[in-house]
C-alpha cells in the first residue's frame, strides 16, 4: 500500500514538471525576448543617464541635483524595460501588482519623510529655476550673506558676520528672496540732515555734484537727493546713488567714503548738519521766554511793596 502511494506521489511530481518543462519550452521565445529587451533597455539607461548627467552639470549649480536627476531618469528607463518584458511574457498581473505596489511604498515614503521629501523637491526646483547661484549675495528669513554651497536638502550662506547659516531649501522656495547680486547694480541711501536756517534745494545741488566725482558711482543721472521731512531739529534729505554690485569697491566702502564726502562737503559750504536742539516755553500757551517772565515777576513785586 505504501508503495502504491509513493509511485503515485512521484508520478504526480513528474506530470507538473513535465507540464512547467513544456511551458518553459513553449515560452522560451519570449524569456529570450524577455531578457533581449531588458539588456537592451539597461544600455539605452546607462547612455542616456551618462548624456543628461554631462547636460545637467553644466547647466546646474549643485552637482548633487544633477547626479540625482540623471540617476531617476536612468532608473525610469530601465524599470521601463523591465515592465515592457514582463508584460511580453504575458505578466500583465505581475505588473499591474509591482505599479499598485511601488505607488502604496511611495505615498507611505513620503509621509513618513515629508520634511526630508519637501526640502528635497525645493532643491531639485530652485536647481532648475536657479534664483541664485554660488557667490550671490541673497536675504530670505533673516538670513543675509553669500551663498557657498547648493545641496539637495539644504543651502549654506556665509553671513557677514563670517558664520556659516544652513537654510532648509523649502524655506527659501516658500518665502521671499532677495538676491542682490542677480542685476549687478545696487542703490545706496544715505540720509542727512540740515538747519532750518539753510537752504535744501543748495545742498542738494552741493551733495549730488560731490558724490558723482566718486569712480565708483554709476549712472550718475541718477544720483538724486530728495527732501523727506521736517525733522525735531532739521530738514531731513535723502541722497542716493548707484554703484557695481559686487564691485571692486564695496557696498560699506562705498557707503562710508560718501558719509565722509558728504559731511565735508556741508562743513565746507557752512551747511549745519544739527545737533538736536530743545527750546523750552513757558507759561501756560508756551512761546514766553523766561527772561520775560523773571521780569515780570519782579516788576509785580516792586509795585506790590
Do not use: C
Amino acid at each position: 500500500m505504501e508503495i502504491i502511494n509513493i509511485e503515485s506521489f512521484w508520478s504526480l511530481i513528474n506530470e507538473k514538471l513535465m507540464v512547467w518543462l513544456e511551458s518553459g519550452i513553449k515560452h522560451l521565445p519570449n524569456i529570450v525576448v524577455a531578457i533581449v529587451i531588458t539588456i537592451v533597455f539597461s544600455i539605452i539607461a546607462r547612455i542616456a543617464g551618462r548624456v543628461l548627467k554631462q547636460g545637467l552639470h553644466r547647466a546646474l549649480e549643485s552637482r548633487q541635483i544633477a547626479d540625482l536627476l540623471a540617476a531617476i531618469f536612468k532608473m525610469l528607463i530601465l524599470v521601463s524595460g523591465v515592465f515592457i518584458a514582463l508584460d511580453f511574457l504575458g505578466l500583465k498581473g505581475t505588473v499591474t501588482s509591482l505599479l499598485a505596489g511601488a505607488g502604496i511604498v511611495g505615498l507611505a515614503i513620503g509621509f513618513a519623510f515629508q520634511d526630508m521629501t519637501e526640502n528635497l523637491i525645493a532643491g531639485i526646483a530652485m536647481g532648475i529655476r536657479k534664483p541664485f547661484q554660488l557667490g550671490d549675495v541673497v536675504e530670505s528669513d533673516g538670513v543675509f550673506g553669500t551663498v557657498k554651497t547648493i545641496n539637495l536638502r539644504n543651502t549654506l550662506v556665509e553671513t557677514f558676520f563670517g558664520q556659516l547659516e544652513i537654510i532648509p531649501n523649502k524655506i527659501l522656495f516658500r518665502n521671499i528672496l532677495t538676491n542682490y547680486s542677480s542685476t549687478g547694480v545696487r542703490r545706496i541711501e544715505i540720509p542727512i540732515g540740515i538747519s532750518y536756517g539753510d537752504d535744501p534745494k543748495r545742498a542738494t545741488e552741493l551733495l549730488v555734484n560731490a558724490i558723482n566725482t566718486f569712480d565708483f558711482v554709476i549712472r550718475k543721472e541718477e544720483t538724486a537727493v530728495f527732501a523727506e521731512g521736517f525733522g525735531d531739529s532739521s530738514v531731513n534729505l535723502l541722497l542716493w546713488f548707484w554703484i557695481d554690485y559686487p564691485g571692486e569697491t564695496g557696498f560699506m566702502q562705498a557707503r562710508h567714503e560718501a558719509v565722509i564726502k558728504a559731511k565735508q562737503t556741508l562743513e565746507d559750504a557752512d551747511i549745519l548738519i544739527p545737533f538736536p536742539i530743545r527750546t523750552l516755553d513757558f507759561g501756560a500757551k508756551g512761546g514766553e521766554k523766561l527772561d520775560t517772565m523773571l521780569s515780570s515777576k519782579h516788576s509785580v513785586t516792586a509795585n506790590d511793596s
